[in-house]
């Protein structure tokens, strides 16, 4: 079994800043690419920003230049640094991640985090 829980959502004004975490648990062996993405009421869920395990990161043209996506694998934890946020950027917010385990690989979803910026 394997588990992501993310944390450090809440409520800021426009043009504020938050940070994301998101922390994997259970048992695994490593971990491949990791990814936050995001879905407002009524929308799909889309693709935020995305790290591989060498580092290499993307990232959606409506949070380029705004979020940064880092990871620290000692911790099994991804984050995510939003600044100069937007009331666009209100949504819940969810960690994904590709975790080797005993039996392969496996993707794995966190149960999500509100953001929610007042204008």
């Known amino acids: 079994q394997v588990q992501l829980v993310e944390s450090g959502g809440g409520l800021v004004q426009a043009g504020g800043s938050l940070r994301l975490s998101c922390v994997a648990s259970?048992?695994?062996?490593?971990?491949?690419?990791m990814a936050w993405y995001r879905q407002a009421p009524g929308k799909q869920r889309d693709l935020v920003a995305r790290?591989?395990?060498?580092?290499?990161?993307n990232y959606a043209d409506s949070v380029q230049g705004r979020f940064t996506i880092s990871r620290a694998d000692a911790k099994n934890t991804v984050y995510l640094q939003m600044n100069s946020l937007k009331p666009e950027d209100t949504a819940v917010y969810y960690c994904?991640?590709?975790?080797?385990?005993?039996?392969?690989?496996?993707?794995?979803w966190g149960q999500g985090t509100q953001v929610t910026v007042s204008s």
């Open positions: 994904n991640a590709d975790l080797f385990t005993s039996t392969g690989w496996k993707n794995a």
């Open positions: 259970g048992s695994f062996f490593s971990q491949g690419a």
């Open positions: 790290v591989t395990n060498r580092g290499g990161t």
